[in-house]
């Protein structure tokens, strides 16, 4: 995982609400048993002509992008930032909807609510990739969502002060939260897995002390 | 002083913790279902730091997504042949049981936990899915979890969560009217709560309607909770799910000393009062009718006497987000339920695929035939519902009215393997997402119950199935 610190995009905004993981990718494209090249599958079936949709096997080749979708008007191509409607990533867990939004280069997601602008299980996959999910409260997020409408729109992410800067004339600064623990793996890029296994003896003790029909009855 | 009343969920989450931090907690996982689609990076994970697999013989794996149910052993897809053989492999270099085509027990991850004995009371149960929320009918913590937690439940058999998640009840009352299935009652609880409705929240399902359900029922209920954005759903632990465990040869269920003494621990899974739920949202069984989804998330339902909504009437969702639903769809706002025609029927899947919504299609099927221009597809959810529909007779209900009959899998709930829909095709389907393509691309899927899946197939329409059951044959 890349660490992050401070980071400073274009940012998109595609204004739907309840986006599912289906949409952000098609589940014809969870059968690579790699971790990579999902980039061009990002919302696959609304991104593309129709038609335009790449072969599952062949990733990079794909059609025209298709007019209509909002994320492929020429002012979003550089946006490494993508701002969203409310209870984003809803649906299937697959991992591979964050993939697909980190590898296509965005960096966070911005959305509005109070808990419930991401999904659980998005989130907490984003959280374990470094895709940061931001929640603004709704206001903050219109504030931000209009700029960006009205034309090129630059923001900066500052985890370490957990602070987004839109920047215009003059800049604004919204204050956000993430869980420590995952602000501080993302801080550092850490390994999830070999920080638990600090708690190794805890771990043991708790399986030694584990009801016996919990186990297995064989 | 009496201490304060808890809830089943918070009382298990209490039991599976390891450790805590300022603001996570480590769970202790005692089961881990893995299928093929899930679980190759998280392996491939574990090859590269050189970590093994925790506890292997916690560790359970089936193939279900990619597998074609007309003949399970026929997979032609290049990449599908080849993420099955990649849990193959996996399974065997790190230990796993895997559940294979042909074993006598391979099935949806979610049908064979349970029929295997692996889901019980009290226990903590993970899987790269999110319909394991399915496994809290038994009155489990079960949910669904990305990649990387797949990986890291394998190298370290625990699980970090944030925020701890808040406690809402469902309170279903009344008595379900005959020709209603559990699948209306779930429909209605995210009709009314909405896809997002439950974000943050682990559900329990309570109340006589709930009490009367068999286990299959529970599960079908238990399993769309993920679809109201709930963490996870669960119902406490009764005489109907200890009968589940117990009257059945089932491999990894307790038995001796070991029973008698997770029944004694069992009888302590119930909510104290419900006083301790952070919220609570009631329904009424007895006044509901059957339910049809009519747009892009299953929070966009109907009563199929009712008709489709005006953009500017749908709860949860903005106008112009209702227009694209509508547009998806094909659908005039106004249009009876009841006049809409169907190209396809699926039943079958996590939800809907047990040998109980089997008997409920088959009683709509006998002596009946499918439509002019219909395609049934009737697909059950394991090996063993296979068996048993056969020994049931329930196989030759279908095929004598024109439906197929087919191996288990998931099959038409999304488009990973042969069995999916055309762009333009409209479904009548018993899976638990309506969302654009997810049965393929252009396809158009509505859910409904078993027994209204059957209704539609039989008529080539929405047809409400208490005028079918009411006119017998």
Redesign the interface.
Same mark, same amino acid.
């Given at each position: 995982m890349e660490a992050f610190l401070t980071y400073r995009g274009r940012a998109a905004l595609l204004d739907?609400?309840?986006v599912?993981t #289906? @949409?952000i990718i098609?589940?014809?494209y @969870?059968?690579?048993?790699?971790?990579t090249g999902y980039g061009p599958l990002l919302f696959a #079936?609304k991104r593309y002509v129709p038609g335009g949709?790449p072969d599952?096997?062949h990733p990079e080749s794909h059609g025209e992008l298709a007019s209509d979708f909002p994320l492929n008007a020429s002012a979003n191509q550089d946006a490494t930032i993508l701002i969203v409607g409310?209870?984003f990533g809803? %649906?299937?867990?697959?991992?591979?909807a &964050?993939w697909a939004v980190a590898q296509a280069g965005y960096r966070a997601v911005i959305a509005p609510g109070k #808990?419930?602008g991401f999904?659980?299980?998005f989130e %907490?996959?984003a959280l374990?990739?470094g895709l940061l999910p931001i929640e603004l409260p709704e206001a903050d997020w219109e504030t931000i969502a209009t700029a960006v409408r009205t034309g090129p729109t630059e923001i900066t992410i500052d985890l370490l002060r957990k602070r987004v800067t839109l920047h215009g004339n003059s800049d604004i600064e919204f204050a956000f939260d993430v869980?420590? %623990?995952?602000r501080e793996r993302i801080l550092k890029g850490l #390994?999830?897995?070999a920080e638990? @296994?600090l708690?190794d003896h805890?771990?043991t003790r708790?399986?030694q002390s584990?009801?016996?029909?919990?186990g @297995?009855? &064989? | 002083m009496p201490s304060a009343p808890d809830t089943l969920f918070h009382k298990v989450w209490k039991r599976h913790v390891v450790t805590v931090t300022e603001d996570a907690t480590l769970l202790y996982i005692d089961r881990h279902l893995v299928h093929e689609v899930t679980s190759p990076q998280a392996f491939e994970g574990l090859r590269l730091s050189g970590r093994k697999v925790r506890r292997p013989e916690l560790t359970f794996a089936t193939l279900d997504h990619n597998v074609p149910t007309e003949n399970q052993l026929d997979i032609r897809e290049p990449m599908s042949k080849r993420q099955v053989e990649a849990l193959r492999t996996n399974a065997k270099e790190f230990g796993v049981t895997l559940y294979d085509m042909g074993s006598g027990r391979q099935g949806i991850v979610h049908v064979i936990g349970p029929e295997l004995g692996l889901t019980l009371p009290g226990l903590t149960i993970v899987c790269g899915d999110s319909h394991t929320s399915t496994h809290g009918a038994f009155g489990s913590l079960a949910f669904g979890i990305g990649t990387s937690e797949v990986e890291h439940v394998l190298a370290t058999q625990t699980l970090w969560q944030g925020k701890t998640p808040k406690a809402l009840g469902i309170e279903v009352k009344g008595k379900l009217p005959a020709g209603l299935e559990p699948k209306d009652i779930i429909l209605a609880v995210i009709r009314a709560i909405g896809t997002g409705g439950a974000t943050g929240h682990v559900l329990e399902y309570y109340g006589p309607a709930i009490s009367a359900m068999s286990m299959e029922g529970r599960m079908t209920v238990c399993n769309m909770s993920i679809e109201a954005g709930a963490r996870a759903g669960l119902i406490a632990p009764d005489d109907t799910t200890i009968q589940y465990i117990t009257a059945t040869k089932r491999p990894f269920a307790p038995t001796g000393a070991a029973l008698e003494s997770a029944l004694a621990d069992w009888k302590l899974l119930q909510t104290d009062d419900p006083s301790a739920f952070d919220r609570i949202v009631t329904i009424d069984a007895s006044s509901l009718v059957p339910q049809v989804t009519w747009g892009t998330n299953p929070a966009m339902t109907v009563d199929v006497t009712g008709r489709i909504p005006e953009p500017d009437q749908v709860p949860f969702t903005s106008r112009e987000d209702a227009r694209r639903s509508l547009e998806y769809m094909g659908l005039t706002p106004g249009t009876p339920i009841s006049e809409i025609p169907i190209d396809i029927v699926f039943i079958g899947s996590c939800t809907n695929g047990r040998i109980e919504d089997l008997r409920s299609a088959a009683q709509v099927f006998r002596g009946r035939k499918v439509a002019a221009g219909v395609r049934a597809l009737i697909v059950p959810g394991s090996e063993p519902v296979r068996e048993q529909a056969i020994a049931e007779g329930l196989d030759r209900v279908f095929t004598e009215a024109g439906a197929e009959w087919r191996q288990a899998g998931c099959s038409m709930c999304l488009a990973m393997n042969p069995d999916k829909l055309t762009p333009g095709q409209r479904s009548a389907s018993t899976s638990n997402r309506n969302f654009e393509g997810r049965q393929g691309p252009g396809g158009r899927t509505h859910l409904v119950s078993a027994a209204m899946a059957a209704a539609a197939a039989v008529t080539g329409k929405f047809t409400d199935v208490r005028t079918l059951l009411s006119q017998g044959v």
């Open positions: 739907w609400s309840d599912n #289906d @949409l098609p589940a014809r @969870l059968k690579r048993i790699e971790r #079936d949709a599952p096997d409310r209870n809803c %649906g299937s867990s697959r991992e591979h &964050v #808990d419930d999904a659980d299980i %907490g996959n374990n990739n869980p420590e %623990g995952n #390994d999830a897995i638990t @296994l708690n805890a771990i708790y399986e584990a009801p016996v029909w919990a @297995l009855s &064989v | -």
